[in-house]
């Protein structure tokens, strides 16, 4: 033996002799160590040199999925080379058949569980890989022994290795349909939790629950073990549910509850489910009152929302009276923030004088297509804003109505980038309000319009059939003369009359089979995404008019108006102007001369 591989063998038969826990890292970081000290540091490495460099820098996958070698194990590393090719370390090209014959004398030989494991599923995953042979299973079964060998031996230091550890020996079990020694590894996972888990730890405990019979493996379990499964859980579940310290906790209680909820669901034992998810509310009702109202109602909402997964609609209905308290609290303590933004005068009236330049019609269709948000745009500023404030793009964010209800959720840029775009369209107009009653009102000052003016330019449409003219003067009366409540409920009802009329002009549907038998008209919102509609719109003016009318991420007025969800003050000149600039929009689509 050369002084390398002398080294070498020192490394691996100190920790081969080690009673305490460590993991390969530790010895590929020595074996390393030794590498790149070695003398001769340019000659070739030796196979033992080579063998056990590999075999502890690979790393481990994940149950059921493949690594980039179509294996278990893979490089630990992956990067591109100055040439743009892709590079791994290990690489698969530097494991041969001598390396495997290596491997399965290792596997023979050494006697230290943690080693013997590494070596013999090397063996049992890439021999195939490299010789095209298949592996002789007693490395199958030798990896299963000792891992075991090494959970039960208490040389496992960290629950998320050890859960690796046994997810792999059951896997491999499984495979061979070695089922006694499936068994085993189940007694195994039983065991190692009994004697590590802890309720302050949530990681060192349910990880029988999850691997054994979340994972569907009941069958390798006795009676006696999935009743001590569940019993544990259950105990658990009453110590951190205690609502006096030093066991009370409440995300505890919960990722408990619904581990045995979920248990109790497939068995059809509905009384259990009951009384867990009892437990479960009772404890997030009890924390909920004591924290700040938004972040109560937060929690609450999610109870609710879990209570009705579920199935159970009576203990969600039974919590909504907390649920409200807490919204309507939050929105009392929800803190204004704003942002001063200054014009000059004569900025102004230049902006108004351009606005209403021209004749009413042009000064209308000017004023229509000037406030409507152009949706590539905004895309961009979404994803300038989040390239500036990269942590607060991450955030989800939640929409709350005036009483404290959370009414939508917008994720995070990444994940949601549509209900950004929605939101920030939304708050632009929120922006552009003032803009809007300006260049209106100075329209029909300079212009001397009234409500019959305003109708002509509608009616020109064939959006606006004659027969709604009579609500739509009303409605239009009711605008001119700042009577805003009555044109809001009567406008918009108008402009999704026009909407479907649109639709029914390009062949598109607008019935679906009602609940009773009958033929219900699709809702606004479903008429907004027909494709025939978003091609002779435009897709900009069909997301505007969801952002405006439908959608709970913006202003979703056609809902919150027909359904009572806000109060007078809502029914002012913003909402109203926004309405009427809807219908200037449709009221420029012209019908094509019959000959195109």
Not at 116 to 128: F, N
Not at 282 to 291: D, P, R, Y
Not at 297 to 319: I, P, Q, S
Not at 492 to 516: D, K, S, T, W
């Amino acid at each position: 033996m050369n002084e390398s591989d002398a080294k070498v063998d020192g490394i691996l038969s100190r920790f081969e002799n080690r009673t305490d826990a460590f993991d390969e890292q530790e010895i590929a970081d020595a074996i390393q160590d030794a590498l790149w000290k070695r003398a001769g540091k340019s000659a070739e490495l030796t196979l033992r040199e080579s063998a056990e460099g590999i075999a502890f820098s690979v790393a481990e996958g994940n149950v059921g999925e493949k690594s980039r070698w179509s294996t278990y194990y893979g490089p630990k590393n992956l990067w591109k080379a100055e040439d743009g090719t892709e590079r791994e370390a290990p690489s698969i090209d530097k494991v041969t058949e001598l390396i495997i014959e290596y491997w399965q004398g290792r596997a023979d030989a050494c006697t230290h569980p943690r080693m013997r494991i590494r070596y013999a599923d090397l063996v049992w995953d890439l021999s195939r890989r490299i010789t095209g042979k298949k592996p002789d299973v007693r490395f199958a079964q030798m990896a299963i022994c000792a891992t075991v060998q090494l959970i039960t031996g208490g040389h496992c230091e960290h629950s998320r290795d050890a859960l690796r550890k046994l997810k792999r020996a059951l896997s491999i079990a499984l495979s061979i349909k070695d089922m006694q020694r499936a068994g085993a590894v189940c007694a195994a996972v039983i065991e190692y939790e009994s004697k590590t888990a802890s309720d302050d730890k949530k990681r060192t405990w349910g990880l029988a629950y999850d691997l054994l019979i979340e994972g569907r493996h009941e069958n390798l379990l006795t009676p006696d073990q999935e009743r001590r499964i569940i019993a544990d859980l259950e105990a658990r579940l009453a110590r951190v549910a205690n609502s006096e310290p030093p066991h009370f906790d409440p995300f505890g209680a919960e990722s408990t509850a619904l581990r045995l909820a979920r248990y109790y669901r497939r068995k059809n034992l509905m009384d259990d489910l009951r009384r867990v998810m009892n437990t479960y509310t009772h404890v997030w009702i009890k924390i909920a009152q004591k924290a700040m109202p938004l972040l109560g109602a937060a929690w609450l909402e999610k109870v609710h929302r879990t209570l009705l997964d579920f199935g159970l609609r009576a203990e969600a209905d039974a919590m909504e009276p907390q649920l409200r308290s807490l919204g309507a609290r939050s929105h009392d303590n929800m803190a204004t923030i704003s942002h001063r933004v200054e014009f000059s005068a004569k900025e102004i009236e230049e902006f108004a004088n351009e606005m209403t330049a021209g004749t009413w019609p042009e000064a209308l269709a000017r004023i229509a297509i000037h406030f409507l948000p152009d949706h590539v745009e905004a895309k961009e500023q979404v994803l300038k804003i989040a390239d500036r404030s990269p942590t607060m793009s991450l955030f989800s964010r939640r929409i709350i109505d005036h009483r404290g209800r959370v009414v939508a959720e917008v994720g995070s840029v990444q994940d949601d980038l549509d209900g950004r775009l929605v939101q920030h369209i939304a708050e632009d107009l929120t922006f552009w309000r003032p803009f809007l009653r300006l260049a209106l009102e100075r329209a029909q000052c300079r212009h001397n319009a009234n409500t019959e003016s305003y109708l002509v330019f509608l009616f020109q449409s064939p959006a606006f059939p004659p027969e709604n003219r009579p609500l739509v003067e009303r409605g239009i009366r009711a605008f001119v003369e700042q009577d805003f409540a009555v044109a809001i409920h009567l406008l918009i009802p108008q402009i999704e009359a026009a909407i479907r009329n649109l639709v029914i002009a390009g062949g598109g549907p607008v019935y679906e089979v009602g609940r009773h038998g009958g033929t219900n008209l699709r809702n606004l919102d479903k008429l907004l995404s027909d494709s025939r509609l978003v091609e002779s719109l435009t897709e900009r003016i069909a997301l505007y008019l969801r952002v405006l009318l439908t959608d709970q991420r913006g202003w979703n007025l056609r809902n919150i108006v027909s359904h009572g969800l806000v109060g007078p003050v809502a029914f002012g000149s913003p909402v109203a102007d926004r309405i009427v600039h809807a219908l200037l929009l449709l009221a420029r689509l012209r019908e094509r001369p019959s000959n195109e």
